[in-house]
Nanobody
């Protein structure tokens, strides 16, 4: 199983980035999918998650209204559209999946994911 994340980069405050994660090795339609981030000196946190059925989502309070998570089961991908970026959004972003994961379960416990991708760095300058 592999999760390949991409789309990070340097952007000015107020700008946008779109992260994408492609999963391979099996079908992930029965996996919840999520995006997590970790800034230096801080604990990893869930930014957004989407349930295995795609019907429910979770967003951290800090990103509500600015970030949107989506999934494409046909392509085994999960994306995170990030708008109105702020310097405090600067972090390494990771995608992860959990079998039968609900958005809420993934959002409230970052430690319980089954597979992780490598991080992609997002830097937001002020």
């Amino acid at each position: 199983v592999q999760l390949q994340a991409s789309g990070g980069g340097l952007v000015q405050a107020g700008g946008s980035l779109r992260l994408s994660c492609t999963a391979s090795g099996r079908t992930f339609s029965n996996y919840g999918m999520g995006w997590f981030r970790q800034a230096p000196g801080k604990e990893r946190e869930c930014v957004a998650a989407i349930s295995f059925g795609g019907g429910t989502t979770f967003y951290a309070d800090s990103v509500k209204g600015r970030f949107t998570i989506s999934r494409d089961n046909a392509k085994n991908t999960v994306a995170l559209q990030m708008n109105s970026l702020k310097p405090e959004d600067t972090a390494d972003y990771y995608c992860a999946v959990r079998r039968w994961g609900t958005a809420q379960s993934m959002g409230t416990d970052h430690r319980g994911q089954d597979y992780w991708g490598q991080g992609t760095l997002v830097t937001v300058s002020s």
